[in-house]
């Protein structure tokens, strides 16, 4: 039976790259990867291939502590909380740039909520996310929290924003 432990952040955001790609055909290397701004595909999507789908893992730029952990000097845990954002880039296909927006969200092969919300709700929500040696490393499953869809004509890129709620303890060594 796993045992809950303590990680960090970057062992949890390496960790939901891992899960995205082993759960979503086509994603790899290439279309799936950590970011620091989950817009940052979007003015060069088309110059690398034009039908490409990205999914960008970006954490929120903060978080929270649990105050009910932080107590002491010496070494301590602390509940920590924060949410990380999948940002799934689809290029606008030519179709979809003459008033045919319905085919960009809901086009069975290839729409926003039809085809990739859903693959990016079944490979994390709900997921209890795990380490190399099979231990869960969050205190609970990933929580989604909330979505944003976005389309740009002039960059000829849309996208749809997915955050889940991510809770994990994380030791610590205080000042004393």
Request: glycine share 8%; aromatic share 8%; with cysteine.
């Amino acid at each position: 039976m796993p045992n809950r432990i303590e990680s960090t952040l970057d062992v949890i955001l390496s960790r939901i790259v891992e899960r995205l790609k082993f759960v979503i055909p086509g994603a790899d290397d290439q279309t799936c990867y950590l970011a620091d701004d989950p817009d940052e595909l979007r003015s060069g999507l088309l110059k690398t291939a034009p039908a490409e789908v990205c999914f960008l893992v970006c954490p929120a730029p903060g978080g929270q502590f649990d105050p009910a952990f932080w107590a002491g000097g010496g070494e301590f845990t602390i509940e920590v909380n924060t949410v990380v954002t999948v940002t799934v880039h689809k290029a606008i296909e030519l179709a979809d740039q003459q008033g045919r927006g319905r085919e960009l969200l809901t086009a069975a092969n290839r729409g926003l909520f039809s085809q990739y919300m859903p693959l990016v709700m079944t490979a994390l929500a709900g997921h209890d996310l795990t380490n190399t040696d099979g231990n869960w490393i969050l205190s609970k499953a990933l929580e989604p929290l909330d979505y944003n869809w976005d389309r740009e004509p002039k960059r000829r890129t849309s996208s749809i924003q997915i955050g889940f709620g991510v809770n994990w303890q994380q030791k610590f060594t205080a000042a004393v």
